[in-house]
């Protein structure tokens, strides 16, 4: 016999279907570097029409959507793809040469470098250093960055980089789960904001 279900089910459901959601915003959270960053939900205006012009018209309409999850470059962060894809050619050179910066480089000082170590008692611990000078740059690549990440650095292309928004450099993207953060705050200049050795780190 068949009925309505006893009040003691439906108790028990609920919780479980609260602890299922919190567990897929847990997972979501971490696969874009919660501490300091969340992915966009792309918004209603999504799919805006995309205003390109010039020589690199052609390029920046077919590839405007090729970010991880799809979402539109010009319509979220207001930059055209061929604009974030120099920023990531321009990135991939100062770490290839990073003695031979350009003056229009998306280096700018000062930049944030997270890097990780373990205490005596296995704990983790998070430092931040401050990149205020070439030389410093120069130091941080050579140091700081293992093969991995330079492998990593070495083949970004546009459809690795998801958008996100930071808390404080603002709109931007990012390569893999947070290895770098390129700032769109102002639209018009691309700049690498952030870099997270912990990310492919040993």
Request: proline share 5%; charged share 25%; net charge positive.
């Amino acid at each position: 016999m068949t009925g309505a279900p006893a009040a003691g089910h439906m108790e028990w459901k609920e919780p479980i279907k609260r602890m299922k959601m919190t567990i897929l915003v847990i997972l979501a959270c971490a696969a874009v570097v919660c501490q300091s960053q969340s992915r966009f939900p792309f918004p209603a205006n999504d799919n805006c029409a995309v205003k390109a012009s010039g020589p690199t018209a052609a390029f920046d309409i077919e590839h405007d959507r090729d970010t991880v999850g799809g979402g539109s470059l010009f319509c979220t962060l207001g930059v055209t793809a061929s604009q974030a894809n120099r920023a990531i050619l321009d990135f991939k050179a100062a770490v290839g040469s990073p003695e031979k910066l350009s003056p229009n480089t998306v280096i700018k000082f000062p930049i944030e470098v997270v890097v990780y170590s373990t205490t005596r008692e296995g704990k983790r611990r998070d430092s931040t250093l401050i990149l205020r000078t070439r030389a410093e740059w120069v130091e941080s690549v050579r140091k700081k960055l293992n093969d991995r990440q330079r492998a990593a650095i070495e083949s970004a292309k546009l459809s690795d980089m998801m958008m996100v928004s930071s808390k404080g450099a603002g709109p931007g993207f990012i390569l893999g789960d947070g290895l770098v953060f390129f700032s769109t705050r102002n639209p018009h200049r691309i700049r690498v904001w952030h870099l997270n050795t912990e990310v492919l780190g040993d």
